[in-house]
């Protein structure tokens, strides 16, 4: 099957800090990729879609310019956390669609 | 929106027990996702339900789709310690295209099983 790969997966940085999340496809094309956001026994919340070539789709509540999504290319979309706060702190996850739902392995960033 | 409910929340089990998940929507479902975690870790595909009635199996694990598609069980035969996990239950947002890969979770269903 296809594979959605995610780098890194876990990161710690300090508060104030930017972060950058690499979600890939890695044996096909995905020109929309979906970032999700799960914390501590929680289920997964949709944040935003990725479109190849083109701005981000963002879902209610989601801040913009808080969490930017670049999609530069076909295989690859990342995600910026940018000045990180504690309430950050959480499990970020991706996936990509070829005929089902792909999703990467997940992030954990933890913001001290 | 289209929200999904799942129940039970968590679930205790002893070893070589049966045991069923629910997934309930608010909306007709344009198709239903089963996956498991592992806290912190990514999803593992489990099964893609799409048709009214439809039924799949993959070793002890079933899943099925109501005939209205607004309700989906998971239903484990002989439970296994390598089944404890979180189980969810997913459903696309739209009806087609690449969109069709925006998914809505439910809450999870947390289960162990004791050996």
């Known amino acids: 099957g296809a594979v959605v790969s995610q780098h890194p997966s876990w990161v710690i940085c300090k508060s104030g800090t930017s972060v950058k999340i690499e979600c890939r496809s890695l044996?096909?094309?995905?020109?929309?990729m979906f970032w999700y956001r799960q914390f501590p026994k929680q289920s997964l919340m949709l944040m935003a879609t990725s479109n190849e070539g083109s701005k981000a789709t963002y879902e209610q509540g989601v801040e913009k310019d808080k969490f930017l999504i670049n999609h530069a290319s076909l295989t690859l979309s990342t995600l910026t956390v940018t000045s990180a706060h504690p309430e950050d702190s959480s499990f970020y996850i991706c996936?990509?669609?070829?005929?089902?739902?792909?999703f990467g392995q997940g992030t954990r960033l933890t913001v001290v | 929106s289209q929200e999904l409910e799942q129940s039970p929340q968590s679930l205790i089990v002893q070893e070589g027990k049966n045991l069923t998940i629910n997934c309930t929507s608010s909306k007709t479902l344009y198709g239903l996702y089963w996956y498991k975690q592992k806290y912190g870790e990514g999803l593992i595909f489990l099964m893609m339900l799409q048709k009214g009635g439809e039924e799949k199996s993959h070793e002890k694990i079933t899943a099925k789709l109501d005939e209205k598609k607004q309700q989906s069980s998971l239903h484990i035969t002989a439970s296994q310690p390598s089944h404890a996990g979180i189980y969810l239950c997913?459903?696309?947002?739209?009806?087609?295209?690449?969109?069709?890969?925006?998914?809505?979770f439910g809450q999870g269903t947390i289960l162990t099983v004791h050996p």
């Open positions: 996936s990509a669609w070829r005929l089902e739902a792909f």
């Open positions: 044996d096909f094309q995905a020109t929309t």
């Open positions: 997913g459903a696309p947002t739209n009806a087609g295209g690449t969109s069709y890969g925006k998914l809505t």
